[in-house]
């Protein structure tokens, strides 16, 4: 395929993901939701949803646990991704594949945290999130982690992929055979993060490839916007913090993270972070907590991306929006289930 013929079929597929992201819930519904009651009210709400519609009707029978919602938000996330990767071209695809991979990661971490328990066991309510036509692609081992009894079950299933190498690096707990869950986590997203750079650096030549490498600079910067705002309030030392930062960055450069760690305030670290490119969309002064500021710096971020140029990036802005928009309703379905007012969770 010439670069002509994927430069079409980008534009093509940007349109379809800008006409996807007008049904994602508008400022009106997020308002209704905020004032819902109950579990059933909000399963109802979501039912007149374009999006989420059917996340609600698959909560009809059995139970509405909060896995089995995740698993019904991550199984509407992952059909409108299996709809723009089925007409993607083969190079888009490529990028494409980055997405599953990020959903092994975090089926890995939900494994580890189960095997952490006393009784540590499968809960046998969950459930295949993958569309069949994607089951083919990394992430596909999904099954085994969730039926993995030890760690080897889990370094078995990942065999292969890329986060292979960083599970059997990892230093063991004597007592519980486990790594600790925090070092994991930062070393399989700093995996991640180094795959998807390079890709970007000497795999990917489409039309969308400044827009992209600056969308994944971004996330990353977001991440250890977070991580810095987090260990600063934890008191970890510089030294310390560093070595759990993610090594890619867009414009908060090392040199930045530095001078952030070792700011004598968190006000000042604040601002060191937003000279940057990336911090200019976080708001002006500290308001609520860091994770609050981080999501709504990457809302506003990703919607100027998903209208901008047709292209990739479009693509993934949706697919990014909709993640997000999927996270908020899992944090409102739990605040509902502890008889919680769900305003706050909101955003």
Same mark, same amino acid.
């Given at each position: 395929?010439?670069?002509?013929?994927?430069?079409?079929?980008?534009?093509?597929?940007?349109?379809?993901?800008?006409?996807?992201?007008?049904?994602?819930?508008?400022?009106?519904?997020?308002?209704?939701?905020?004032?819902?009651?109950?579990?059933?009210?909000?399963?109802?709400?979501?039912?007149?949803?374009?999006?989420? $519609?059917?996340?609600?009707?698959?909560?009809?029978?059995?139970?509405?646990?909060?896995?089995?919602?995740?698993?019904?938000?991550?199984?509407?996330?992952?059909?409108?991704?299996?709809?723009?990767?089925?007409?993607?071209?083969?190079?888009?695809?490529?990028?494409?594949?980055?997405?599953?991979?990020?959903?092994?990661?975090?089926?890995?971490?939900?494994?580890?945290?189960?095997?952490?328990?006393?009784?540590?066991?499968?809960?046998?309510?969950?459930?295949?999130?993958?569309?069949?036509?994607?089951?083919?692609?990394?992430? $596909?081992?999904?099954?085994?982690?969730?039926?993995?009894?030890?760690?080897?079950?889990?370094?078995?299933?990942?065999?292969?992929?890329?986060?292979?190498?960083?599970?059997?690096?990892?230093?063991?707990?004597?007592?519980?055979?486990?790594?600790?869950?925090?070092?994991?986590?930062?070393?399989?997203?700093?995996?991640?993060?180094?795959?998807?750079?390079?890709?970007?650096?000497?795999?990917?030549?489409?039309?969308?490839?400044?827009?992209?490498?600056?969308?994944?600079?971004?996330?990353?910067?977001?991440?250890?916007?977070?991580?810095?705002?987090?260990?600063?309030?934890?008191?970890?030392?510089?030294?310390?913090?560093?070595?759990?930062?993610?090594?890619? $960055?867009?414009?908060?450069?090392?040199?930045?993270?530095?001078?952030?760690?070792?700011?004598?305030?968190?006000?000042?670290?604040?601002?060191?972070?937003?000279?940057?490119?990336?911090?200019?969309?976080?708001?002006?002064?500290?308001?609520?907590?860091?994770?609050?500021?981080?999501?709504?710096?990457?809302?506003?971020?990703?919607?100027?991306?998903? $209208?901008?140029?047709?292209?990739?990036?479009?693509?993934?802005?949706?697919?990014?929006?909709?993640?997000?928009?999927?996270?908020?309703?899992?944090?409102?379905?739990?605040?509902?289930?502890?008889?919680?007012?769900?305003?706050?969770?909101?955003?």
């Amino acid at each position: 395929m010439n670069n002509s013929a994927r430069r079409a079929l980008d534009i093509a597929l940007a349109t379809e993901a800008r006409g996807m992201y007008a049904g994602l819930l508008s400022a009106e519904e997020k308002e209704r939701i905020a004032q819902i009651r109950s579990v059933d009210e909000f399963l109802r709400q979501l039912q007149r949803s374009e999006a989420w $519609h059917a996340a609600s009707l698959s909560m009809q029978a059995g139970e509405p646990t909060d896995t089995r919602f995740s698993e019904a938000v991550s199984r509407c996330v992952l059909a409108d991704y299996e709809k723009l990767y089925r007409f993607a071209n083969d190079m888009s695809r490529q990028f494409l594949n980055f997405i599953t991979m990020d959903v092994e990661l975090q089926a890995v971490m939900k494994a580890l945290r189960r095997l952490l328990l006393p009784d540590a066991k499968a809960p046998e309510e969950e459930s295949e999130v993958l569309p069949p036509a994607l089951r083919s692609l990394p992430g $596909h081992n999904l099954e085994k982690l969730r039926r993995a009894k030890t760690y080897e079950d889990i370094s078995a299933a990942v065999a292969g992929g890329i986060f292979e190498d960083v599970l059997a690096s990892l230093e063991l707990d004597g007592q519980t055979g486990l790594p600790s869950l925090t070092e994991a986590g930062a070393g399989m997203e700093s995996r991640f993060f180094e795959a998807l750079a390079e890709y970007m650096r000497t795999g990917y030549t489409g039309p969308a490839r400044r827009e992209l490498g600056e969308a994944v600079g971004f996330r990353a910067d977001m991440l250890n916007i977070s991580y810095i705002m987090r260990l600063r309030r934890f008191n970890t030392s510089p030294e310390r913090s560093g070595r759990l930062l993610l090594p890619l $960055h867009g414009s908060v450069t090392a040199q930045i993270e530095r001078r952030a760690l070792e700011a004598g305030s968190d006000e000042e670290a604040f601002a060191i972070l937003r000279s940057t490119r990336s911090g200019k969309y976080l708001p002006e002064e500290p308001s609520g907590s860091p994770e609050q500021m981080i999501r709504a710096a990457q809302r506003t971020y990703f919607r100027r991306v998903l $209208h901008g140029r047709l292209n990739l990036a479009v693509v993934y802005a949706f697919l990014t929006l909709k993640q997000y928009e999927g996270d908020m309703l899992r944090r409102v379905f739990v605040a509902l289930s502890y008889g919680l007012s769900p305003a706050e969770y909101v955003e």
